[in-house]
């Protein structure tokens, strides 16, 4: 019998189902035809493939992508993925979900991301600089401090940061900090960006809980995936009281109906590597978690995890979007009729890209700012977006997801408006 997978259908197409989210604030607001087919494709998308220099002396063959959705509001700003299912698909998608969620936030930025196919725990570490300097050399006709600004995502760190502002100011005579965010401190990194996505997620749940009447201190949460976004959420959330009852990585999962202690676990991990065998806990798959009994699921992994073919099973009262496109557009209308609260990820984890820009002022500034200033500016930004979408939804009497959408979409279509089309 075959083992060859099938071909994704189009309900699991990233792209398809961003478009359709647009779609749907766009018939809100009425737009103009015109706008909504500027506004409902990317502005550039540029593919390379480019060869890296292997240990063993061969050569290997990568395919890297950045795209350009809009820049009608400012530079376009993204990040970069190292992951062997990265395709253009999912990476135009990426790219027009952060042009509504820099527009929700209302930071000066448009949309883009970016990424190479590949698996990095298949490369050596020199291997791994040379394919991130040869990628940042090949996508450097697009990215720059005024232009592009990309960032980490998914697989990639501040190291990989390093090594894309080292390339691009070695290639143009001198340092340009603000080319990458995401950065070391000792290059311009700012205080607060490793944590600013999972700290985002946590101001969100707590003001959808404030909204909904939850108190945090009876609240059991599931997070799935335990990278930087998902580890630093369940640690905060745990932290306001929050109780953290299963995490995952990509080798799965751990539950307890008691709660897990998550600084415990930060230091399980360190000794053995993995989260699985933390004592007081049952293994439990990443397909499994999603359908616990907890009243917040935080799916902080890859996008299209709640689907038409789950939706139905999710047992959580609130799932607050971690990661990037994590839900169907038909799981949102199974959810929504089954009352499930989704609090959308261009809201719940835009305080990665807010403290990015944060960090893109004070390079360009060369003047930078303490963590606790930096912590309060964040929660600023993410509780008015979240009043503002909060009011949309209300208004039309539509999800919250939809709720952000309109605030999103609006300022992008009123900007797009104002500038003009050139010439």
Same mark, same amino acid.
């Given at each position: 019998m075959s083992t060859a997978a099938a071909p994704a259908a189009a309900a699991d197409s990233p792209w398809l189902n961003a478009q359709r989210q647009f779609d749907n604030a766009a018939e809100i607001l009425n737009l103009s035809s015109g706008l909504r087919a500027v506004l409902r494709e990317v502005r550039r998308e540029l593919v390379v493939r480019f060869p890296v220099k292997l240990d063993n002396g061969g050569l290997r063959v990568y395919e890297g992508y950045r795209v350009q959705h809009n820049v009608t509001r400012g530079p376009a700003k993204g990040g970069l993925r190292y992951h062997p299912d990265t395709n253009l698909d999912e990476v135009?998608?990426?790219?027009?979900?952060?042009t509504w969620k820099c527009?929700?936030?209302? =930071?000066?930025?448009?949309g883009a991301k970016g990424g190479v196919a590949?698996?990095?725990?298949?490369?050596?570490?020199?291997? =791994?600089?040379?394919?991130?300097?040869?990628?940042?050399?090949?996508?450097?006709?697009?990215?720059?401090?005024?232009?592009?600004?990309p960032a980490p995502d998914v697989n990639t760190t501040g190291e990989i940061m390093a090594w894309i502002m080292d390339t691009i100011s070695m290639e143009a005579?001198?340092?340009i900090p603000a080319v990458v965010t995401g950065k070391p401190l000792d290059i311009g990194g700012s205080e607060g960006r490793p944590s600013a996505t999972g700290r985002g $997620?946590?101001? $969100?749940?707590l003001e959808a809980c404030r909204r909904e009447g939850m108190d945090p201190a009876a609240t059991t949460v599931a997070v799935q995936g335990f990278g930087n976004v998902g580890s630093v959420t369940a640690a905060l959330m745990q932290e306001a009281g929050f109780k953290i009852c299963a995490v995952s990585d990509v080798f799965g999962g751990i539950y307890s109906p008691d709660g897990i202690d998550v600084e415990e676990l930060f230091e399980y991990r360190a000794r053995t590597g993995a989260i699985a065998g933390f004592a007081n806990t049952q293994p439990v798959s990443n397909t499994d978690l999603l359908e616990l009994h907890v009243d917040i699921l935080v799916p902080a992994a890859l996008e299209n995890q709640i689907t038409a073919r789950n939706a139905g099973r999710i047992k959580a009262k609130m799932i607050v979007e971690g990661a990037n496109g994590p839900t169907t557009p038909d799981a949102d209308t199974i959810l929504e009729k089954r009352g499930i609260i989704v609090v959308p990820d261009i809201l719940a984890n835009a305080g990665g890209v807010t403290v990015s820009y944060f960090e893109w002022v004070q390079d360009l500034q060369s003047f930078f700012w303490e963590e606790g200033e930096i912590n309060r500016r964040l929660e600023r930004i993410m509780q008015k977006a979240f009043t503002q979408m909060c009011e949309q939804a209300e208004a039309h009497r539509v999800s919250l997801r939809l709720g952000a959408y309109l605030v999103a979409v609006k300022r992008v279509a009123d900007a797009t408006a104002v500038r003009g089309i050139y010439p």
């Open positions: 135009k998608a990426l790219a027009m979900w952060m527009a929700l936030a209302n =930071l000066p930025f448009g590949v698996d990095p725990a298949t490369l050596s570490h020199r291997e =791994l600089e040379r394919l991130t300097r040869r990628f940042a050399s090949e996508i450097s006709v697009l990215i720059g401090p005024d232009s592009d600004i005579g001198y340092s $997620v946590t101001i $969100v749940a």
